[in-house]
């Protein structure tokens, strides 16, 4: 019989198993030790008869507590894992007292019914063939394994808990796809352990070799806690030795069971972010949106659709989205209603270009709560043509301002980006220009006006994951700007969960920036995509384009921040400009709009009283 068929047949009769080992172990000690006692000692045969019926009385006492005492704590039952620390310490304790107590009542009698020295030494020596016992269990277990022929050897990163925990689940599944061959830890002294015969081979440092001499093709990252820093080091590390990278969850998904191999996964964008993600108790804040009327433009963008699902969910007493694009609309319907006959009054097609349409729009529905959310995003594309810029991001954003104004709204939210802060584009100029009308409305109208500034959205419209992932998807190459570009990233849901508390927590005229740790670099997203693709594919680096910056930054350099209210959401004063500056602008070319966007970024206040003075 193999080895496995015998392991799964002792798996079968745990109990009776376990408790024969335990017997006889007991058995053999107590006579064991009678005879090492008494050789040679009696007198008659009839002494010597007389021992070995005191030894094997004593010894059924013991064995019979012990099936008793193991039985009542369920010791026999799977109670505890075989050979576990907890089985172990549960055995001794329970041994050892028998022991002590059986050899207490042998002292009771006058004369002893056997030897004061049999009864410990048989204790103890029992407990030893007990455990050593179960131990050989433990190990044919293990060394039972047959694993599958397409089972990829994997080494594993993190010889704790969690990798300790995961080896011991693949040990008993032979059938998992991946089979450990080696442990690699950088704690020095965890360098001689072996864990179900798989050892520590090295440190993270000596991942490399460790690779080569192990035939590895898979890295499992198998640290719960592990912050996203370590997972892009290690990935990196990695990915240059041809090694697939996995990892297991983390340490909150696993509060509730152990690790197991089911657990295994490769490795998702959020485990890279750079940070965790924003915790917010949105039920505590989000109630100023129960039973009011909310118009959301932009409602048919990545952005706008996500607020229109999340503030659905609050019972607005009407939910008004939007938008120019009549297909975006459609599908935010469809995710939304689930369906899309585009006749509902919900929805609005219009131009926020329009100042009269808007208008009608604004007096008709009333609206008490704004999400700004529609605006032209792509920094290329705008750098070409400045004019659409100023048109949509700046004058679209004003004749907003003033739609809402004329109708007293109670909130409203101007969505804006990171590339405001010291702007360098024409995408960041037209959007600081945006935050900047939206402080100016402030300081006018009764209601609240404030931004939210925000980096790149994962899994936006155009973001730099889609682009990717088709790039991919075609073959390739993927095109990547700089070696050392970085941005920072966040996902749909923090960006809209940081909107809809803005509206809660932001003061008249302010920019709410989330805290989004440190930035990434766009190489790691790129490397990291084509990993899970699993292709050979070319990077291609394309240089940095017209206004496109190096590394983004979240605060201009005349800015200072506070953290009032939530401990990762800064509080920036924004400088107004009134939008009576925006009148004598006229389509006068591209040179002309973007000259305008940038002074009035750049808070120029001299040119912007002379603008004021001429506008009166």
Known sequence: MRGGAISAAVRARRTVTLMTLDGVALLFS?????????????????????????????ALVAI????????????????????????????????????????????????????????????????FVMLLGRAVWRLRQHGGVRWSESAVPALVFGAGAGGTQLVASMMRNPASQLRPVGFLDDDPWKRRLRVAGVPVIGSRGE??????????????????SASPELI????????????????????DDLLAERVSIRDVRDIDIHDVLGRNPVETD?????????????LVTGAGGSIGSELCRQINRWGPSELIMLDRDESGLHATELSIMGRALLDSGSLVLADIRDAAALGTVFRERQPQVVFHAAALKHLTMLEQYPAEAMKTNVVGTANVLEAAAAV???????????????????????????????????TRDSGTYLSVRFGNVLGSRGSVLTAFAAQIAAGG???????????????????????????????????????????????????????QSGRPIEIVYTGLREGEKLHEVLLSEDESSARPVHPLVSHVAVPPLDARALRPWRDDGHDSARARMERWAAHDEPALLAVLQQSR
């Open 282 to 294: 949105v039920s505590s804040i989000a109630g100023y949106l129960t039973g009011k009327r909310v």
């Open 477 to 531: 190459p993927v095109t990547v700007t700089h070696p050392d570009v970085t941005r920072y990233f966040m996902t749909v849901d923090e960006a809209v969960l940081l909107v809809i508390q803005a509206a809660a927590i932001g003061n008249d005229g302010e920019a709410l920036i989330l805290d989004m740790g440190e930035p990434i670099r766009i190489q790691d997203v790129a490397e990291q995509l084509i990993d």
């Open 30 to 58: 107590y006579l064991f030790f009678t005879v090492v006692r008494y050789w040679g000692a009696a007198d008659t045969q009839d002494a010597t008869s007389a021992i070995a019926e005191h030894a094997l009385g004593i």
């Open 64 to 127: 019979v507590l012990q099936w008793s005492v193991g039985s009542f704590l369920r010791m026999y039952q799977g109670r505890a894992t075989v050979a576990s620390l907890d089985e172990t310490f549960l055995l001794a304790s329970t041994v050892v007292c028998i022991g002590c107590a059986l050899s207490l009542v042998n002292i009771a009698f006058q004369p002893y019914v056997i030897s004061r020295g049999v009864p410990l030494a048989a204790t103890f020596m029992a407990l």
């Open 207 to 224: 991942l490399a070799s460790a690779a080569r001499e192990t035939g590895a093709g898979v890295l499992v990252i198998a640290i719960p």
């Open 408 to 442: 007293g709204v109670e909130r409203f939210v101007n969505i804006s980006t990171d590339k405001a802060a010291d702007p360098s584009s024409v995408l960041g100029c037209s959007k600081r220009v945006a935050e900047r009308l939206t402080a100016a409305m402030a």
């Open 232 to 251: 892009r080091e290690v990935s990196r590390d990695a990915r240059a030795c041809g090694l697939r990278v996995k990892v297991i969850p983390g340490v």
